[in-house]
């Protein structure tokens, strides 16, 4: 260590320490402490939501993060239901499962070509995404709609396309979640989810887009909070030298910047903590972490100080810091970069949308429309974007019920002489939101029933209408082949 000293500043050493670090903050300005951060060597921010009001204002939000620093400018813009940029809105994108409906790999180049031009026109230089999750799960409660598809092969030529489209750009993709989020029926968000797979079927299926997705170029990838006993053993992936250092660098060969998922979910926070989870993932292999948006100013200083003091005791070589702001060096070389390829028109999303939707029976008339939407709680991962037909309908009279609430002869009999149009989302997760449908579908078997999640339960003998999700791109086309 004598060494070290002789050779690093603590000024030198905070900084390696802070070039770790995506922080968060709340408002749609940038506070004090954060600019002075990344004058101090910070690494970047991840924003969400609440830091977005519009284009205009998040340009002048990440034009002044720049005057202080390079940083890294992230955040989640998936398309679909998982939106910062439109998350007052909802998406103009549909998600993947709607590309993966498609199966067009040229169409998700483009669209995510036009999330990529929307991101670099704000100032936003590194989107977490694509999801490469194969989600062979269908009650999986955090990815579903996220994941382009249950088969390996589609998932893995649709992530490819999205690194394409997204980096030609010149906006970073971040490929999640590795090794593979599709197959748990937990949420990473409130503990850790279980992969049970030996190693030759995450060969064969989880990591077959991760290889495809290296091939491709990518810029980053992201790690998942699962636990994969065959290679994590009791610990999460995040956390795991074998998963990050042993199978991704070392099998797959991968050498671009690691990017751990957020360290204040509960999947790290619960049995680790903040700043002891942020060692753990660093001495496991990954170069930024992704702190979510609970830590506070004195939480990023309390995991600075951890990692300065880990690096002083010998838990986290020094050597490992040094990889990670080299990588991080390289991707900041490659954002200022110039990037070539014809801006994507910004209508694709709705093209993309209604090529997505299908549709069993066949859409009759319409007379004076009811149409009842199914309230489904968000998820943490997508927030409470909004979703559904408002204001897609100004003709149809939409009423929202939550399915413990829902009064079904009040409805039956407000819909007495009138189209009746049942909206849900991801029903065959809701056994509440099922029985609401099934009871006014036993008495109106002539209504139609639209599917905004996957479209897994299927009522019998119904006109149904599967969207893949529920951006606002998607509920404009389902709105058009109603006619309303």
């Known amino acids: 260590m004598s060494e070290f000293i002789a050779e690093h500043s603590d000024q030198g050493l905070h900084r390696l320490a802070a070039g770790t670090l995506l922080v968060a903050f709340q408002g749609t300005t940038v506070p004090g402490w954060v600019l002075r951060d990344l004058e101090n060597g910070l690494g970047g921010v991840t924003l969400f939501g609440f830091n977005v009001a ?88 955090v990815i579903g709609t996220r994941s382009f598809g249950s088969d390996a092969a589609l998932v893995a030529r649709h992530t490819v396309a999205a690194v394409h489209g997204l980096q030609s750009a010149g906006v970073a993709a971040c490929v999640k979640h ?32 991760f290889r495809a997705a290296i091939a491709a170029g990518t810029k980053s990838i992201m790690t998942a909070h699962v636990r994969v006993p065959a290679v994590t053993g009791l610990i999460p992936a995040t956390l795991s030298p074998a998963a990050l250092t042993g199978l991704l660098r070392g099998e797959l060969g991968y050498d671009g910047v690691v990017i751990s998922d957020a360290l204040d979910m509960k999947a790290v926070t619960d049995a680790y903590g903040l700043a002891g989870g942020a060692v753990l993932s660093l001495a496991a292999g990954a170069d930024l972490l992704c702190l979510g948006p609970l830590p506070t100013e004195d939480d990023i200083r309390r995991i600075i100080s951890e990692i300065v003091a880990a690096v002083l005791d010998g838990r986290l ?30 209508v694709i999303g709705l093209a993309a949308a209604r090529r997505a939707i299908s549709l069993t029976g066949s859409a009759s008339p319409l007379i004076n429309p009811l149409v009842v939407e199914v309230d489904t709680p968000p998820t943490i991962a997508v927030g409470d974007v909004p979703w559904g037909f408002t204001p897609l309908l100004p003709q149809a009279e939409v009423l929202r019920v939550k399915p413990e609430d829902a009064d079904v002869p009040g409805i039956l009999e407000r819909a007495a002489g009138r189209s009746l149009i049942v909206v849900v989302k991801d029903a065959h997760r809701y056994q509440a939101s ?16 639209v ?6 339960w299927r009522p019998e ?13 998607n509920a404009q086309a389902a709105a058009e082949l109603l006619g309303v």
């Open 317 to 346: 070589p020094l050597a490992r810091l040094e990889a990670a702001a080299e990588r991080v060096a390289r991707l900041r070389t490659w954002f200022g970069t110039p990037h070539t390829g014809q801006a994507e028109e910004n």
């Open 54 to 141: 519009d284009a205009a204002q998040l340009s002048t939000l990440t034009a002044r993060l720049r005057e202080a620093g390079e940083p890294v400018i992230s955040l989640d813009e998936e398309g679909g239901d998982v939106t910062r940029l439109a998350y007052h809105v909802g998406s103009p994108y549909p998600g993947n499962a709607a590309l993966g409906a498609v199966d067009d790999a040229e169409l998700t180049r483009r669209v995510y070509r036009s999330i990529g031009d929307d991101l670099a026109r704000c100032g936003v230089n590194l989107d977490m995404a694509p999801s490469a999750d194969v989600n062979t799960a269908d009650d999986n409660p």
């Open 451 to 456: 599917e905004m999640g996957l479209p897994i």
């Open 178 to 209: 590795f090794p593979g989020h599709g197959a748990t029926r937990q949420d990473s968000h409130l503990e850790i989810p279980l992969v049970d797979a030996s190693l030759e079927l995450l060969r064969e299926r989880e990591l077959v887009p």
């Open 434 to 449: 099922r029985s609401v449908v099934s009871a006014l579908l036993s008495a109106r078997p002539d209504a139609t029933v």
């Open 461 to 473: 003998g119904v006109t149904y209408l599967a969207t893949y999700g529920a951006a606002r791109a």
